[in-house]
C-alpha cells in the first residue's frame, strides 16, 4: 500500500507521544518514589510483528532491551493473549535487564483483529531476595537477587490474577507499594491501547501497518547513511570493571568495530568470562548499549525504532561477561556493566568519529538500596535510588554538573519524598569541588550526598563503580576523580565501603555517598583563564587546583587572574613536558 508522507509523519508523531502519554500515566499512577519520582520506567510502541516502532524519551537501558523482551516473551508464552489481557514478566534471561524491572505487555485489537502492541518496564523498588531493594552487591546466583516471575497472564480479560497477584506478592518486601507500581503500569498499556484505538478509527489498519513500515524503512535508510559515511576499517577499545563484587577484579569488557560500507558490526569476542558477582550484563543490555551509543554518535534526530537496528550486527560470545549463561547474577549488569559497554564503546568510536564523542562520565548509577522494619509501622520498608555524578566534557562544551549519565537517564530523587517515605534524615547534598576531571572543556563535578538512618537498624546494599579505576579523560584531558562511600559510625568511627556491598547498619549511621567526576577534554593548559576563575567562584574547583592542573594563577583576594604570572607558569610547564617553547 502506497502512503503519503504527511500521514506517515502524522502516524509516527501520534505514536511517538501514545509513548510519551503511556508514561505520564504510569509515573503519575506510581506508588513508589522511584517511579513516580525518579521516573524509573520506559514505554514502547510494537507492530504486529513485535517490531518497535515508537518509544518514548525514557531510559536507554529499559528501551535498548525492550525488542529483544518483547520478542522472546511472546515466545516463551505458551498460551495466547487475548483482548484485555496483559503479559508480565521479569526474569532477566527474557526480559534482557534486571529482576526489579518489570515488563508487561498488552495486545491491542480491532475488530478482532491484532494491531500492535503495547509495552511497558518499570523498576520496581524491592522484588525479594537476599536484600531489600533487590541489588545485592554480593550475590552469587540468580536466585538470591529476587523472584523470578515467567511470563504469566497477569491480567485476564480485563481483570487481575488474583492468585498469581498473592504469589508474587508474597515474596517482596513491600506488597502494597508493589501492586500501586504493578497497577500503574496496567494503566499504562491501557491508555496506550486506547489511543492506538483512536489511531485505526482515524485512518484503518491497513493504513496504520503500511505507516509504521514506512517509518521504520525511513530509519533504516538515514541510519545507513550515517554508517556510510563513516570510515570504514575495524576499531578496538576496551574498559574495565574494578571488581565483580565477590571477588576483585578488574574484569575486562572488549568490543571491536567493523564499519563496512552501510552496514556495522560490535564484536565482543575477548571480553573476559561470565563472573560469580551480579555484575554480568544480560544480552538486552549488551544490545542497548550499542543501540544507544550507535544513535548518540549519529543524527539525534532519526526516529528510534526497528529500523535503526537494521544495518547493525552483534556478535557476544556465550557465557562471557556481556552474555552470560543462566542463573549468574546479573544485577549489577544492567544498572553498572551497561555504563561501562557505553565507555568502551565510546572509546572505539572517539577513532571513528573524535568529533563527536565526550570524554567518560562517571561511568556508574551509585545504586543505594537499604531497608527494613520501620519502625513507625512495625512493616518492612525498602528504598532505591541511582545518584548523579559528572558527564565527561565534549568538543566545545564543558561536561554537565551532577547529572545522571549515559544508560540511567533518570531524575533525582528529592529529599522531601523520602524523608516522608522512609525512616531516613538528609545531612548534606552538594556538588564536589575538584571532582570534574581537568581539560580545555572540564569534565562535570561529582556530588556528595550524605543521610542519616533513623530506624533501630537497616540493610545498605551498595552496586556502584569508578571507586578504584577512574572515569578516562580524551584527547590531552584527565581523568575526573574517583567516588566513594563511607559510614560514619555515631562515635565518629568511618568505614569505608566496598563499591558493591551488603552490610548492615544502626540507628545513628550516616551514610555519605561521593560520586565520581567525569572526565576531561583536551589539553588542560588550552583551557580560557576566564573559565577557570568563573570555575573557581562558583566552588567547582579551587584556587590550589586551579595552579596545579590549569596553570591559572588566581588572586584569591581580588578574585581575579593574573595573566602575565598564568603564561609564565604554562610556558614553563610546557618546556618541561617536552611541549613546545
Known sequence: MVIDPVTVEVVRGGLVYTAEEMGIALRKSAYSPNIKERMDHSCAIFDPQRRMVAQAEHIPVHLGS???????????????????DMLLFNDPYLSGTHLPDITLIAPAYYEGELV???????????????????????????????VI??????????????ELSELILSNVRTPEVRMGDLRAQIAANSLGIRRVLEMVEEHGVERLHAAMEAIMDYSERRMRREIEAMPEGTYEAEDFLEDTGVGEGPVKIRVRITV??????????????????????????????????????????????????????????????????????????????????VDVLLKAFAQILPGKVCAAGQGTMNNVCVGGIDPRTGRPWAFYETIAG???GRPGLDGVDGVHVHMTNTMNTPIEAIEAAYPIRFLGYRLRCDTGGPG??????????????????????ILAERNRIRPWGLFGGRPGAPGEYLIR?????????????????????????????????????ERDPSLVLRDVVDGLVSASAARRDYGVMIDEERMTVDLEATEELRRRRRRAAGVGG
Open 66 to 84: 525492550m525488542s529483544l523482551a518483547v520478542k522472546r516473551g511472546l515466545e516463551h508464552y505458551r498460551g495466547r493473549l487475548e483482548e484485555g
Open 116 to 146: 500492535a502492541y503495547l509495552a511497558n518496564k518499570a523498576h520496581h523498588s524491592d522484588v525479594g531476595g537476599k536484600a531489600p531493594g533487590s541489588l545485592a552487591g554480593d550475590a552469587t546466583e540468580l536466585f538470591q537477587e529476587g
Open 149 to 162: 516471575i515467567p511470563p504469566v497472564k497477569f491480567v485476564k480479560a480485563g481483570e487481575i490474577d488474583e
Open 260 to 341: 563496512e560500507g552501510d552496514e556495522i558490526t560490535f564484536d565482543y569476542t575477548g571480553t573476559d568470562p561470565q563472573v560469580e558477582g551480579p555484575v554480568n550484563a544480560p544480552l538486552g543490555v549488551t544490545l542497548s548499549g550499542v543501540y544507544f551509543t550507535l544513535t548518540s554518535v549519529t543524527d539525534p534526530t532519526i526516529p528510534i525504532n526497528d529500523g535503526c537496528y537494521r544495518p547493525v550486527k552483534v556478535i557476544v560470545p556465550e557465557g562471557c561477561l556481556m552474555n552470560p549463561v543462566k542463573p549468574a547474577p546479573v544485577a549489577g549488569g544492567n544498572v553498572e556493566t551497561s555504563q561501562r559497554n
Open 390 to 392: 559528572g558527564y565527561g
Open 440 to 461: 580545555k572543556w572540564r569534565g562535570g563535578c561529582g556530588v556528595e550526598r550524605s543521610w542519616m538512618l533513623l530506624a533501630p537498624s537497616a540493610t545498605l546494599s
Open 489 to 525: 559510625k555515631p562515635d565518629g568511627r568511618v568505614l569505608r565501603l566496598r563499591s558493591k556491598c551488603t552490610v548492615k547498619m544502626t540507628q545513628g549511621d550516616i551514610l555519605i555517598i561521593r560520586t565520581p567526576g567525569g572526565g576531561g577534554y583536551g589539553d588542560p593548559y
